[in-house]
């Protein structure tokens, strides 16, 4: 079976931070560009951030940057996200995917091409 498993999340206080992963199952991460999402009840799923194959470029949604970091490690077949200064805006679901469309980032998310989904981490940000 291919798909991410995400982990990491928990209940953090506001302006609190938190590191979510997801290890990549049945498949070699390396080949993809990979992506964060995340999805509260009733609302569409929104890309937070993305990253090249190589790690070397990056992209995140204006409702993150500055505070999230994506980063990846091909030899652990893992990619992360480093919150930082989190509000309660960001308790959602976070889930990670494999774009299998490219290997470098774009600008915003295209969720079509993304595959591979795990079944999420709940992050709820509140004090």
């Known amino acids: 079976q291919v798909h991410f498993v995400e982990s990491g999340g928990g209940s953090v206080q506001p302006g609190g931070s938190r590191r979510i992963s997801c290890a990549a199952s049945?498949?070699?991460?390396?080949?993809?560009?990979v992506g964060w999402f995340r999805q509260v009840p009733g609302k569409e799923r929104e890309g937070v951030a993305s990253?090249?194959?190589?790690?070397?470029?990056?992209y995140y949604s204006d409702s993150v940057k500055g505070r999230f970091t994506i980063s990846r490690d091909n030899a652990k077949n893992t990619a992360y996200l480093q919150m930082n200064n989190l509000k309660p805006e960001d308790t959602a679901v976070y889930y990670c995917?494999?774009?299998?469309?490219?290997?470098?980032?774009?600008?915003?998310?295209?969720?079509?091409?993304?595959?591979?989904w795990g079944q999420g981490t709940q992050v709820t940000v509140s004090s």
């Open positions: 049945g498949f070699f991460l390396n080949y993809y560009a």
């Open positions: 995917a494999a774009n299998l469309m490219r290997t470098e980032v774009q600008r915003g998310f295209t969720t079509h091409e993304y595959s591979y």
């Open positions: 990253i090249s194959t190589t790690g070397t470029s990056t």
